[in-house]
Structure formats: structure tokens, C-alpha cells
């Protein structure tokens, strides 16, 4: 069986190993957001292609929920000292390795998905990651600050002002003369089913769609398409959906988002939409099935998956 899963961020990384573990056997493909990445220090980061590595291999911190279990800040520190701006990012000692794999193997000339590829290497995580686009397509937060409107980095608003300026509007700045990344439209076309995972509809799936190929390639795809919500009782489980939905006039509930996204036949992304155990949802052309959400370990997160299948 081949899966393919649009992911970004740490429900994406959680869901990516319940399919792993649900279905060891399938051949699996994830399509990741690189809307989040950014260049601080001289180093490309990539935060949810490097969450989705770090998951899937098993050294990610559990307590943090991002990052490498056993990091040290040392460098981080030292930087501090220097008056090195920006001090409000943390890269740990660990995760800087990869940073300067991944920017010295940019700057040599290869795109992001050969380097994706080689760094994935070292871990062989059972799961293909692909970022969406070779090109850059970073998303900028429109705000008021400082008495004017701007448009910041979405790290520098989740991070610095942990998200506590009100976004007007979001912005992904070179999506229209982005292309998907090699292997993601095949990944789509040939997949026996599609899922969309519990990541944040607006700055995680609508930025993987937001590439004009990748959204014809799904709305087109013989695979049924089965989403699961990342809203539970009417919030997130972790990051920022709250923030970033009303922003986009999208009521933040399993409901909302279903809407939002849409069915299929109607030129929407959903066959089929998971919600959790006690919300409801009525999406016109969508099948909606209720079961448990909530990723507490991987027996959960396999059996969301196993659920996503069924309901394909």
C-alpha cells in the first residue's frame, strides 16, 4: 500500500509515526511545509522537516515537543554573549549540525530535497520526506507593531511574540512562482490513499497547498483524500490554530476547519474527515467520523491512522 500525508509541525511529525506503526509495511511519502523555514546565524533551518526527522527517529525531546532529546546550549550561549541578534531563536548544539549539513550542502548548489534526502539518510526513518518546493516560499505574519502595519516572519511572531500580536492576515511570500519539490506531485498521483494530518490548516496545509501544482494534483488524485482534524473540543492540542484561523474568518472547531477545507468533488481537499470523540461536523460531500484524537503515544497515534485508512 502507498500512503501519502500532507504534514507540517508536531502533530504532523506524531501523526507521521502512528502510519509508520499502523502500517509498517506500506510504502510511505510525506509531503512537508516549508513555510516555517527561515536563515538565522548563516544556517537554513527548517523546523518541521527537521520535526519530522527527529520524531520519526526517535530523538526528539518528548517535553519540549521539538528538538533533540539530550541537547545542549552551549553555542546559543556564546552567542548571546557576543550581542549576536536574533537571541529570542533557540538552536541547540546538536540541531546546529544539521543546520550546517543542510546550508553547506545549499550553498554548494543542491536543491532542498537531495539535501532532505541525505540528511534523512543517517536515520532511516521508514518514511520519504519531501519538502514541498525546492524554492523558497516563507511565511510572513501581517501585524500592527510599533504603530505601523508589518509583516514579520511567522518564527519571529511564534517565537519572539509568541503569538500574541493579532495576525491580520498571513502571506506566503514566493508561492506564486513556487513549484512542488521532485517526487511530490508522483508521491500524490500514485498514492492508494492521501491523508492530511492534524497540522495547522493555515500556516502548515494551507501553505503546502497554497503551490498551485500541489493543490491541482490533490483535488485531481484517483486516492480518496481523509483528513484529521487538529481541533479537539473546540481548541488545539498544541500550537497556534486558534491564532491563526480567525485570521482567515474560520470558525476554530472541527466543523470550521472541515468547512474550510472542503469536499473534494466541489474542487475542496477532503474525501473523508476524522474528528475527535464528542465533536461534531458537516461537511457537504465529506463522509465525518468521530474516534479518539488525542496522540497520547504511539498506540493512539497508530490507531488515528488505522481509522484514517478505514474511513478511505
Request: aromatic share 6%; charged share 20%; net charge negative.
Amino acid at each position: 500500500m502507498r500512503l501519502t500525508v500532507l504534514a507540517g509541525g508536531i502533530g504532523g511529525a506524531r501523526f507521521l509515526r502512528g502510519v509508520r506503526a499502523a502500517y509498517p509495511d506500506a510504502t510511505i511519502t510525506a509531503v512537508v511545509n516549508t513555510g516555517d523555514d527561515v536563515t538565522l546565524h548563516g544556517l537554513r533551518i527548517c523546523p518541521d522537516l527537521d520535526s519530522c526527522m527527529y520524531t520519526l527517529a526517535g530523538v526528539h525531546d518528548h517535553r519540549r515537543g521539538w528538538g533533540r532529546t539530550g541537547e545542549t546550549w552551549r553555542i546559543k550561549a556564546e552567542l548571546e554573549a557576543y550581542g549576536a541578534e536574533p537571541t529570542w531563536f533557540g538552536l541547540g548544539d546538536l540541531d546546529i549540525a544539521t543546520h550546517l549539513v543542510r546550508t553547506r550542502m545549499l550553498d554548494a548548489g543542491y536543491p532542498l530535497s537531495d539535501v532532505t534526502a541525505a540528511i534523512c539518510e543517517r536515520w532511516q526513518l521508514g518514511v520519504q520526506l519531501l519538502p514541498m518546493s525546492d524554492q523558497r516560499c516563507e511565511t510572513h505574519v501581517v501585524v500592527e507593531l510599533e504603530g505601523a502595519r508589518k509583516a514579520i516572519h511567522f518564527q519571529e511572531w511564534w517565537i519572539k511574540h509568541r503569538a500574541s500580536l493579532d495576525p491580520l492576515a498571513f502571506v506566503q511570500v514566493g508561492v506564486d512562482q513556487a513549484v512542488a519539490a521532485p517526487g511530490v506531485l508522483e508521491a500524490i498521483a500514485d498514492a492508494d490513499v492521501l491523508l492530511v494530518a492534524p497540522s495547522n490548516p493555515v500556516v502548515s496545509i494551507g501553505t503546502i497547498l497554497g503551490l498551485a501544482d500541489i493543490r491541482a494534483a490533490v483535488v485531481e488524485t484517483s486516492a480518496p483524500v481523509v483528513g484529521v482534524s487538529p481541533i479537539v473540543g473546540g481548541a488545539p492540542v498544541r500550537g497556534m490554530a486558534d491564532r491563526c484561523l480567525p485570521a482567515i474568518g474560520v470558525e476554530v472547531s472541527a466543523q470550521g476547519v472541515g468547512a474550510h477545507y472542503g469536499a473534494r468533488k466541489t474542487g475542496g481537499l477532503l474525501d473523508g474527515w476524522l474528528v475527535a470523540s464528542g465533536d461534531t461536523a458537516d461537511v457537504p460531500g465529506v463522509e465525518v467520523r468521530a474516534v479518539p484524537l488525542l496522540m497520547t503515544d504511539d498506540e493512539a497515534s497508530a490507531a488515528i491512522a488505522r481509522a484514517a485508512v478505514e474511513l478511505a
